[in-house]
């Protein structure tokens, strides 16, 4: 089993910055890559960026140039990655879920954070 802690959501003003941050623990040595997924009220849940243990990221679209998911930081125990978000506008309002992807393709979920962008 994969344990995944996320932090760093809340209310923020359009244009302004926050950064998510997830540490998964446990059964880590078959991750290969790790996510960051955002599902908005009454939407699917939808890729924002991900990357490997090589350090190669993928963004969707609609972050490309605001969002920046960082070198995955991995020792024995934890592996851990962060989701700097920059001019953050009204339609990034969603929860956001860290998602650790082990070889075999599947992918564990963490509890979501809120993010709130709102005047």
């Known amino acids: 089993q994969v344990q995944i802690v996320e932090s760093g959501g809340g209310l923020v003003q359009p244009g302004g910055s926050l950064r998510l941050s997830c540490a998964a623990s446990?059964?880590?040595?078959?991750?290969?890559?790790m996510g960051w997924y955002r599902q908005a009220p009454g939407k699917q849940r939808e890729l924002v960026a991900h990357?490997?243990?090589?350090?190669?990221?993928?963004?969707?679209d609609f972050v490309k140039g605001r969002f920046t998911i960082s070198t995955i930081s991995r020792d024995n125990a934890k592996n851990t990655v962060y989701l700097q978000m920059n001019s953050l506008k009204p339609e990034d309002t969603a929860v956001y879920y860290c998602?650790?992807?082990?070889?075999?393709?599947?992918?564990?979920w963490g509890q979501g954070t809120q993010v709130t962008v709102s005047s």
């Open positions: 446990g059964s880590i040595s078959s991750i290969y890559a």
């Open positions: 998602s650790p992807r082990n070889v075999m393709g599947y992918n564990y």
């Open positions: 990357i490997t243990v090589a350090g190669n990221t993928n963004y969707a």
